[in-house]
T-cell receptor
Framework: GESVGLHLPTLSVQEGDNSIINCAYSNSASDYFIWYKQESGKGPQFIID?????DKRQGQRVTVLLNKTVKHLSLQIAATQPGDSAVYFCAESNTGRRALTFGSGTRLQVQP | DGGITQSPKYLFRKEGQNVTLSCEQNLNHDAMYWYRQDPGQGLRLIYYSQIVNDFQKGDIAEGYSVSREKKESFPLTVTSAQKNPTAFYLC????????????FGPGTRLTVL
């Protein structure tokens, strides 16, 4: 597969545990945020998004938290499964830039 | 099936040659994007297009060119002016630009020998 993220920060968790992946952003004008999952050799897949008028949004087994005060975004995955092993990217957008800006990513490794 | 297709999956070219990467979508999306991905880095925006016959430079447009003659197609040409073209190239589309989920294609791995 593709050698995506050879030097990415890695989060290693046990199967069944909860995972928290963090992302810091710098642009105070950012008002739309999105999390993607990328498996080796594939394009990114949408997980969940959130707009700046919200602090929290939940999906199936995932929760995104947004703290605009400290410009921090997190992705929580409940009951992590081996299939969750991948690289996770946060991305942001704002009214002045009608395209996403991606973070550098975090590799999640789930130990059976 | 609706989606985004990129072809080929792997592409090899000699240094100094221009090469065009294909991206097609049948999602009826207005906006399309090209990203470059290198190991240890996130996705970097090359070009994007909000509508047919219009496109804007992204963060790393030098050495690349695009066209948007049809809504469903957004080909990317990697020219000989791109100093380090070997990378994984990803195409994406969204209903509109900005506050919308982008759907990604499977990517093209370009290797320049």
């Amino acid at each position: 597969g593709e050698s995506v993220g050879l030097h990415l920060p890695t989060l290693s968790v046990q199967e069944g545990d909860n995972s928290i992946i963090n992302c810091a952003y710098s642009n105070s004008a950012s008002d739309y945020f999105i999390w993607y999952k990328q498996e080796s050799g594939k394009g990114p897949q949408f997980i969940i998004d959130i707009r700046s008028n919200m602090d929290k949004r939940q999906g199936q087994r995932v929760t995104v938290l947004l703290n605009k005060t400290v410009k921090h975004l997190s992705l929580q995955i409940a009951a992590t499964q081996p299939g969750d092993s991948a690289v996770y990217f946060c991305a942001e957008s704002n009214t002045g830039r009608r395209a996403l800006t991606f973070g550098s990513g975090t590799r999640l490794q789930v130990q059976p | 099936d609706g989606g985004i297709t990129q072809s080929p999956k792997y592409l090899f070219r000699k240094e100094g040659q221009n090469v065009t990467l294909s991206c097609e979508q049948n999602l009826n999306h207005d906006a399309m994007y090209w990203y470059r991905q290198d190991p240890g880095q996130g996705l970097r925006l090359i070009y994007y297009s909000q509508i047919v016959n219009d496109f804007q430079k992204g963060d790393i447009a030098e050495g690349y060119s695009v066209s948007r003659e049809k809504k469903e197609s957004f080909p990317l040409t990697v020219t000989s002016a791109q100093k380090n073209p070997t990378a994984f190239y990803l195409c994406a589309s969204s209903i509109k630009g900005g506050y919308n989920e982008q759907f990604f294609g499977p990517g093209t791995r370009l290797t320049v020998l």
